[in-house]
């Protein structure tokens, strides 16, 4: 059974504070992703990799970047954190090539003050 | 531009009958449709999916159409269960994008079924 594991449920930071949201998976899965999730707008793809080291910007990519040092491992940052991320973050896995899904964490709460 | 539509937000159904999920797309390059339950505080689970080149996939309770013409799917779930009631976004990969395979997903808005006893 697939595991993607992210390490906070809940998380509340400060304006301006470095924050760092780590996800691992254990199917040596090629693809990793995050994403962010907000009311009426569905999930929106911040940043993707889809192999060590290697990392691609998704749809809504500023203010974020994005570790990749080891196949399980994918680490979101806010670089200077502000109210607007304020969101459901959820990190996914999956093999390369068509039609494969994507297996999600349960997600990381993140609040901002 | 939402690449990938879904328009009612809410669904509320008898427990027993038919739920219909509805889901419009404008990229004629997508090759590949998902559809994805999600529980309150818990991540979207893979449900089915279905390649451009069918028409109708089916697993158990769960049946997805495509009607590539009218660029639109359909998630049906017969019969539906009050464990059913959850969110369910249905996404779409254009899988070789820029000339590569990394399997992006565009995702819906969602669609909140709720299956009533």
């Known amino acids: 059974d697939v595991k993607v594991t992210q390490s906070s449920r809940y998380l509340v930071k400060r304006t301006g504070e470095k924050v760092f949201l780590e996800c691992v998976q254990d199917?040596?899965?090629?693809?990793m992703f995050w994403y962010r999730q907000d009311p009426g707008l569905g999930l929106r793809l911040i940043y993707f990799?889809?192999?060590?080291?290697?990392?691609e910007k998704g749809d809504i990519p500023e203010g974020y970047s994005v570790s990749r040092e080891k196949k399980e491992r994918f680490s979101l940052i806010l670089e200077s954190a502000s109210t607007n991320q304020t969101s459901m973050y959820l990190c996914?896995?999956?093999?390369?090539?068509?039609?494969?899904?994507?297996?999600f964490g349960d997600g990381t709460r993140l609040s901002i003050l | 531009d939402q690449q990938v539509k879904q328009n009612s937000p809410s669904l509320s159904v008898q427990e027993g009958r038919i739920s219909i999920l509805n889901c419009d797309y404008t990229?004629?390059?997508?090759?590949?449709f998902l559809w994805y339950k999600k529980y309150p505080a818990e991540g979207p689970t893979f449900l089915i999916s279905?390649?451009?080149?069918?028409d109708k996939n089916e697993d158990g309770r769960f049946t997805v159409f495509l009607n590539k013409s009218a660029k639109h799917l359909s998630l049906h779930i017969v019969p539906s269960q009050p464990g059913d009631s959850a969110v369910y976004f249905c996404?779409?990969?254009?899988?070789?994008?820029?000339?590569?395979?990394?399997?992006?997903?565009?995702f819906g808005q969602g669609t909140i079924l709720t299956v009533h006893p």
């Open positions: 996914a896995s999956s093999f390369a090539g068509s039609g494969q899904p994507q297996h």
């Open positions: 199917m040596d899965h090629e693809n």
């Open positions: 990799s889809y192999d060590v080291k290697m990392k």
């Open positions: 990229n004629s390059m997508f090759d590949y």
């Open positions: 279905i390649s451009s080149i069918k």
């Open positions: 996404a779409a990969s254009d899988t070789y994008a820029g000339g590569t395979s990394y399997g992006k997903l565009t």
